[in-house]
């Protein structure tokens, strides 16, 4: 499946847990060269360690995502290392440790932090890689939103409205390739449904009941997984979706039906 993934390098952002690690996994799994641009080294190293003792081929780049000049180093680092940047999956976000709480009582540095890394991070690794895209005359950009965008969910406002954010600048990205130069560097954006991550876990600690409702919503009655998001993001970073741009793949066990 996605043979035209073999050798192709790969940038995950957030890559050392959770669904940004199932998405290294995975496209190592499918030949990928990938780079693991990861705030975090322990869990970066860790993945990377993991992807080797499979054989397969990864690096990891210590990035923050919401510093311009990291955000340079690690296309660098990638080019460095393997000659090209053919995709960017930009996954990394503040999910993990977010506690539902009313917007009127929101920490202000939380919001500029959630602001930050979930929005202005996409647009500094997007600049980022482009040069790198252009001259090769192709690329592929992948943010990840998430379907609270589209339901509206109660008590992080602050996350609801960087994903709807990740939507509308995936559409504006996507048309502002060809008025660059770029018409054949495509961006999407994949929308996750609620899943079992240890973000998830932590978030929903206590709250088991509210998870149970939404699997209960979805057409599919089971928990989203991590591994569930590994083929859609595949089939985003291969050929098969060559004609595809400016597109919000929805993968969430129909729950929003979107
Ligand atoms: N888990 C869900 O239910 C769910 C649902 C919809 C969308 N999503 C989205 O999917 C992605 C992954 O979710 P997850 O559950 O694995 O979340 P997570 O919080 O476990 O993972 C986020 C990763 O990003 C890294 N990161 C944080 N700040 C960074 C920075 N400044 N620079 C570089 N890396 C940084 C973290 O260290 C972590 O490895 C996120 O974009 C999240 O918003 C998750």
Not at 98 to 104: I, Y
Not at 149 to 167: C, D, E, Q, R, W
Not at 191 to 211: F, M, N, R, V, Y
């Given at each position: ?9 790969v940038i995950v952002t957030g890559g050392g847990q959770g669904i940004g690690r199932a998405y290294v996994l995975g496209l190592a799994g499918?030949?990928?060269?990938v780079v693991v641009a990861e705030i975090r080294p322990d869990t970066a190293e860790a993945v990377v360690a993991e992807v080797r003792s499979s054989?397969g081929d990864a690096i990891a780049v210590q990035t ?25 999956v930009?996954n990394a ?105 240890e ?27 991590p ?32």
């Amino acid at each position: 499946m996605y043979e035209s993934i073999k050798g192709r390098v790969v940038i995950v952002t957030g890559g050392g847990q959770g669904i940004g690690r199932a998405y290294v996994l995975g496209l190592a799994g499918a030949g990928a060269k990938v780079v693991v641009a990861e705030i975090r080294p322990d869990t970066a190293e860790a993945v990377v360690a993991e992807v080797r003792s499979s054989g397969g081929d990864a690096i990891a780049v210590q990035t923050d995502v919401t510093s311009f000049s990291s955000t340079q180093n690690m296309a660098e680092a990638t080019v460095n290392a393997y000659g090209r940047i053919d995709a960017i999956v930009n996954n990394a976000a503040i999910y993990y440790g977010l506690r539902k709480t009313p917007f009127t009582q929101l920490d202000e540095g939380e919001w500029d932090r959630v602001m930050a890394v979930n929005v202005k991070g996409i647009w500094n690794c997007a600049r980022a890689v482009l040069p790198q895209m252009q001259q090769q005359g192709r690329g592929k950009i992948i943010n990840i939103a998430s379907t609270v965008a589209i339901a509206g969910v109660p008590l992080m406002l602050h996350y609801n409205a960087s994903k709807g954010a990740v939507i509308a600048l995936t559409r504006a990205m996507a048309k502002e390739m060809p008025i660059l130069g770029s018409a054949e560097i495509t961006v999407n954006c994949i929308c996750p449904g609620l899943t079992w991550s240890e973000a998830t876990q932590l978030q929903i600690s206590g709250h088991e009941d509210k998870a149970a409702l939404v699997v209960q919503q979805q057409a599919l009655k089971r928990r989203e997984q991590p591994e569930d998001l590994v083929g859609p993001m595949m089939f985003l970073v291969s050929d098969e979706s060559n004609f595809i741009s400016g597109h919000s793949l929805v993968v969430d066990g129909g729950f929003t039906v979107y």
